[in-house]
């Protein structure tokens, strides 16, 4: 779960820049701690102290490479991203959802699965995974195409923990090559020139481009691109299921919930 949030504070620590593995690649992450406060004007102008609260946060790519090189500690800094809950906030739900499970779910773990979440006697836990579709044209919607593992794919993702989609399309394509961004980022000229170079060398005849439906949103300021180069993008659709045939219980105490919902 996220939230986008935007403030100004002061950076506690120096950014510590380190490089993990993604994918075989080595992404460069700056992890931060800021201070965000609350200045409160009075009536002569002047500002007093309302208290404030820490945030950790991690800066990707080139960003954390900057960061890294020019922000001291106490610099006073504007910060925009998501909020992310810990894990620990389970505590104060009234609804668990265990997401990205395997498509296949066997009673014994989903039982282990509870027993290490122990939950509260008032919680219900339910199990979710994706579904994907038969993908679509980027270009024209009514146009799909199966996966048979016939396909040379090259994967276009900005989407965070790609694991899940990599493992399902791996068992549905003949070949897949994988061009991943950060999350939620935007595609420049330079990233979709990227991307033809490394779709025009590579090998087989039956080659296409593949993308999410959340990155072909981003991908639709670059359709004339597209258009002019001729390339086939296709958008892999999805959906959320839940194990067990408990969709409809789902859906039922979200309905009631709102509802019932008072002010």
């Given amino acids: 779960m996220s939230t986008l949030f935007s403030g100004t504070g002061n950076l506690g620590n120096i950014p510590g820049?380190?490089?993990?593995?993604?994918?075989?690649?080595?992404?460069?992450?700056?992890?931060?701690?800021?201070?965000?406060?609350?200045?409160?004007?009075?009536?002569?102008?002047?500002?007093?102290?309302?208290?404030?609260?820490?945030?950790?946060?991690?800066?990707?790519?080139?960003?954390?490479?900057?960061?890294?090189?020019?922000?001291?500690?106490?610099?006073?800094?504007?910060a925009s991203g998501r909020l992310r809950e810990w894990r620990s906030a389970y505590k104060r739900a009234d609804i668990i959802v265990v997401t990205k499970c395997p498509p296949q779910m066997s009673a014994q773990e989903k039982e282990l699965l509870i027993q290490e979440i122990k939950p509260f006697p008032h919680q219900r836990i339910f199990f979710s995974y994706y579904e994907y579709g038969r993908p679509y044209s980027f270009f024209n919607g009514l146009q799909r195409i199966p996966l048979n593992g016939n396909i040379d794919a090259l994967l276009i993702s900005a989407i965070a923990n790609t694991g899940y989609l990599t493992n399902y399309l791996e068992g549905q394509t003949k070949s897949l090559?994988?061009?991943?961004?950060?999350?939620?980022?935007?595609?420049?000229?330079?990233?979709?020139?990227?991307?033809?170079?490394?779709?025009?060398?590579?090998?087989?005849?039956?080659?296409?481009?593949?993308?999410?439906?959340?990155?072909?949103?981003?991908?639709?300021?670059?359709?004339?691109?597209?258009?002019?180069?001729?390339?086939?993008?296709?958008?892999?659709?999805?959906?959320?299921?839940?194990?067990?045939?408990?969709?409809?219980?789902?859906?039922?105490?979200?309905?009631?919930?709102?509802?019932?919902?008072?002010v």
């Fill in 17 to 78: 820049l380190q490089y993990v593995d993604v994918n075989g690649d080595k992404r460069p992450v700056a992890d931060m701690r800021i201070f965000f406060d609350r200045r409160i004007r009075q009536d002569d102008g002047s500002y007093a102290d309302g208290g404030g609260f820490w945030v950790t946060t991690s800066l990707w790519g080139w960003r954390a490479e900057a960061a890294a090189k020019l922000l001291p500690k106490g610099a006073r800094i504007f």
């Fill in 177 to 262: 090559r994988i061009l991943e961004f950060e999350d939620h980022h935007y595609f420049s000229n330079y990233d979709m020139s990227q991307m033809k170079r490394i779709f025009d060398n590579m090998e087989g005849e039956n080659k296409i481009i593949l993308t999410t439906e959340k990155d072909a949103v981003r991908m639709e300021l670059h359709r004339e691109f597209l258009t002019e180069s001729n390339i086939p993008v296709f958008v892999l659709p999805v959906r959320v299921a839940f194990h067990f045939g408990e969709g409809l219980a789902f859906d039922q105490l979200v309905k009631d919930y709102l509802l019932n919902f008072r």
